[in-house]
């Protein structure tokens, strides 16, 4: 018999975005003792003030700035993975942005597919919380490369085969932590967590989006 859990909210926060609720059925990963299974992808203050992720993906395709980091550490209630570069941001810079993470408070830092082992070498040396690389194809000799040089957890983000390299990586490495994106479909997150991904990556609607809703239930009221 399932136990039951008390739901407790509050009239303005009532209306949030909640991430889909077969998340759940990951496995999570637990950083420094807490358990992640849901990461909402987005850097929107308004929508991590209001989206019941268990952890934050602060990932742009931007230069990392740490204006952008501090911004979003203050805001967030909830743990935070930081981009730090590793395209054309990348080597000591990335370094320095991950250890200014690590002081800003952030859980863990993500770093793009292009870095270097080098960068992901000197950066597992500096910093005490997990190094994140993005993993584009099924090459696992690469990936191989990449778990030598130090890194923590593999986030899979390779488009429409991810679910796919999820699956090879899991066969291949065993119980090595895997984050994966699962975008905003359940059936394709559902697949991402039965191919092996520890954690899932949820992309939520955009303000616009959210807008667009609440103005048409205004329409109909007002």
């Known amino acids: 018999m ?8 509050g009239n303005l926060r009532s209306y949030m975005i909640k991430v889909p609720e077969v998340i759940r059925e990951a496995s999570g990963i637990i950083v420094f003792g807490r358990k992640i299974k849901s990461l909402a992808f987005t850097t929107d203050i308004s929508v991590i003030e209001n989206i019941n992720a268990d952890a934050i993906w602060a990932v742009y395709p931007f230069t990392p700035q740490p204006t952008i980091t501090n911004a979003i550490m203050t805001c967030s209630d909830a743990p935070v993975f930081c981009g730090v570069g590793g395209g054309v941001t990348d080597g000591q810079r990335s370094c320095n942005l991950a250890l200014h993470a690590e002081f800003q408070g952030a859980l863990g830092v993500v770093l793009n597919a292009p870095t270097s082992n080098e960068t992901i070498k000197m950066m597992r040396e500096m910093i005490d919380i997990p190094v994140t690389v993005t993993i584009a194809t099924s090459n696992l000799k690469k990936i191989e490369e990449r778990l030598m040089s ?26 090595v932590p895997i984050i994966a994106t699962g975008g905003s479909d359940e059936e394709t997150i559902k697949r991402t967590v039965n191919a092996g991904a520890n954690a899932v990556i949820y992309n939520p609607p955009s303000t616009l989006e959210i807008f667009r809703s609440r103005m048409e239930v205004y329409r109909k009221d007002f």
Do not use: H, M, Q, W
Request: hydrophobic residues 40%.
């Open 2 to 9: 399932e136990r039951y859990i008390p739901n407790i909210t």
């Open 150 to 175: 130090g890194v923590d957890i593999l986030n899979v983000a390779a488009g429409k085969k991810t679910v796919e390299v999820v699956e090879s990586i899991r066969k291949e490495f065993g119980n």
